[in-house]
């Protein structure tokens, strides 16, 4: 086994955390910092679709790309969605401009999952060629940067099936769980097994960490979460265990983060609505935590700002490990030269 100083030699600083050991320098990167924030993806993206732009390779590795070139941060998130595997397998999606995914033909029945479910995976070659792109560019740097692959977790792709669109509390697919837990464990299966598959295809590519996004898993009871969601995102977790260090993200899981830890990933990121000293108090000293600087305080003045990435930075210390990022993604609205900021004051700890 490899000493902690040889990890910190070997390792670029995120996978030196990721692996539990505090590497000599914070790393940290955002989410959502390929996208809106950023004038170089608004010019990229002209005339292009979302979820079109995730599936055209060259297009997809630069936007990946363009905030490690722009912010200096310790690793790239791959830049695509998280109903790309829904998209592939023949579902009817798209990306509404203010709303979100909005799915043509919601499953609200056993038969509808059944028809679902009867849909194959899809042809991931076009993801593996981004990755490969982007990968490519990030080695290539005098300090080669590794790439964050990423899926969306069953439950968050199952809430969006069944709801159709964005919601709010997630009655129908709460109802779903409940009222026909035969059908909801075909729809979770099968959401599981897409992304695992398109977590597998990144890493294959390239990606040397994935994350999986539960974005709606909050709006979950303890025991719901740990009866109808846990199980398949520890599905998807193992499908890819050994490979890469794992990362299990939600928001509104301050309640549920040691079932989202015993689902299978070495990292928990958690949120702005909860401390990173007491999440690792509920956690244990012994997981790495990634997080949680408030979104909202991105367009605060400066000095605010710091104060409150100073103590998250403080409250992170407690834990094995921390990888310094936002408790959700970046706002469209963020003036750039702050994030910019923020790495040169991680760095600087």
């Not at 919601?106 to 991931?124: E, F, H, K, Q």
């Not at 969306?152 to 837990?181: I, K, N, Q, W």
């Not at 923020?342 to 600087?348: G, P, R, T």
Request: hydrophobic letters at 45%; proline letters at 7%; a negative charge.
């Amino acid at each position: 086994m490899p000493s902690s100083d040889d990890l910190r030699l070997t390792l670029p600083p995120l996978l030196s955390a990721y692996s539990g050991t505090r590497p000599d320098r914070l790393p940290v990167w955002f989410m959502r910092q390929a996208g809106r924030s950023l004038p170089e993806y608004r010019e990229v993206r002209k005339g292009t679709q979302m979820l079109e732009s995730c599936l055209r390779p060259e297009l997809a590795a630069e936007i990946t790309c363009q905030p490690v070139r722009r912010h200096g941060v310790d690793a790239a998130i791959f830049f695509s969605d998280i109903v790309i595997p829904l998209r592939l397998a023949g579902v009817d999606v798209e990306i509404v401009q203010g709303v979100g995914p909005v799915i043509g033909t919601p499953v609200r029945t056993a038969a509808d999952v059944d028809r679902l479910t009867a849909l194959p995976g899809g042809d991931l070659s076009a993801i593996r060629e981004a990755v490969r792109l982007a990968v490519a560019e990030l080695d290539a740097r005098p300090e080669p940067v590794p790439l964050i692959g990423f899926g969306g977790a069953p439950f968050t792709l199952a809430a969006y099936l069944v709801e159709g669109r964005p919601s709010r509390d997630h009655l129908a697919a709460r109802a779903m769980m409940h009222a026909d837990p035969a059908a909801w464990d075909r729809l979770m299966t099968w959401a599981a097994d897409r992304t695992a598959e398109f977590l597998l295809a990144q890493i294959d590519a390239g990606a040397r960490a994935v994350q999986l996004f539960d974005s709606w898993a909050g709006s979950l009871s303890v025991s719901d979460y740990t009866e109808h969601a846990a199980p398949y995102a520890a599905r998807v977790l193992a499908a890819v265990e050994g490979r890469v260090p794992r990362v299990h993200f939600g928001t509104g899981t301050s309640e549920i983060l040691t079932v989202m830890r015993d689902a299978g990933a070495e990292v928990v990121g958690v949120d702005h609505r909860i401390g990173l000293d007491e999440a690792t108090r509920r956690l244990g000293a012994g997981t790495v935590v990634q997080g949680n600087i408030d979104p909202a305080l991105l367009t605060a003045p400066w000095e605010v700002l710091e104060r409150h990435v100073e103590d998250v930075i403080a409250r992170g210390r407690s834990a094995a490990a921390h990888v310094l990022n936002l408790g959700h993604g970046v706002p469209p609205t963020t003036d750039p030269g702050v994030l910019t900021r923020i790495v040169e004051l991680a760095h600087s700890r």
